[in-house]
């Protein structure tokens, strides 16, 4: 486990909205406007959509005020594996995954170049995070819709699962991982919602809507604001 940068887990529906909260946070944090941005669009590459999705976060934080952006076109183990991207993230204040299919995002990060330059940004100091199947996989675990079950994630939060799409479909999924993952916190995040844990250790939401946890049976909610604590 590493812990020296700052985590932004998000629950979807990015870009726009109320989204700009977290986002604008982790701008600052990261370093302000000018700061360094990665996106990476890897999550959208099964279904071609990785480059309309590139070009959707560039929107996004343009409006927001940032003025140094890359969308880094990580699509497959290959591109994941090549020095020149890696260097490109390697050099982010900010590293940002885009939602999409959480099982092909982890596994294509999964020991690359890539993502090892990702840890080393974040043991640098810089902000990693994503939303929907991009916060899914810096936990232990993620849920893969497309297997029904859980799989390993990249392990930046042990012992975690983000349910993301909380208010639309996220909640539906807390049972049946109750049963698989006994052990394990279940992060429900609201669509247009971010945490950052940047409060002295612990996670503060921010944006439209709620986070809900799972824990031994108990689920207890939190709204913009308010912060929380679980794990060691």
């Known amino acids: 486990m590493v812990s020296m940068g700052i985590l932004l887990l998000e629950g979807g529906a ?13 701008m600052e944090l990261a370093g302000g406007p000018a700061a360094p941005i990665a996106i990476l669009p890897t999550a959208a590459a099964p279904d071609k959509n990785n480059e309309r999705a590139g070009r959707n976060g560039l929107r996004w934080f343009k409006s ?13 183990k290959s591109s994941a594996n090549d020095s020149a ?3 490109r993230v ?19 990060l999964a020991g690359s170049l890539v993502w090892q330059a ?9 902000v990693l995070g994503g939303s929907s199947a991009g916060a899914m996989v810096l936990c232990q675990h993620l849920y893969d819709p497309d297997v029904g079950q859980p799989l390993p994630g990249l392990n930046l939060l042990s012992n975690a699962c983000v349910l993301p799409h ?26 247009q ?8 250790g612990a996670w503060k939401v921010y944006g439209a809507g709620q986070v809900t946890l799972y824990s031994t049976g108990v689920s207890q909610t939190y709204s913009r604001g308010e912060t929380f604590r679980f794990g060691p």
């Open 118 to 126: 990702a840890l080393d940004a974040y043991a640098n100091g810089a």
């Open 166 to 191: 909380h208010n639309q479909f996220g909640k539906s999924w807390a049972p049946r991982l109750a049963q698989a993952l006994p052990e394990a916190v279940l992060i429900g995040i609201d669509e």
């Open 90 to 108: 390697r050099s982010a204040r900010l590293l940002y995954i885009l939602g999409g299919f959480p099982g092909y995002l982890a596994k294509t």
């Open 14 to 26: 990015e870009f726009g909205g109320r989204m700009s909260e977290p986002d604008l946070r982790a």
């Open 193 to 200: 919602t971010g945490i950052l844990n940047d409060t002295a």
């Open 64 to 76: 927001l005020g940032a003025t140094s952006l890359d969308v880094v076109p990580v699509v497959d």
């Open 85 to 87: 991207l890696a260097a």
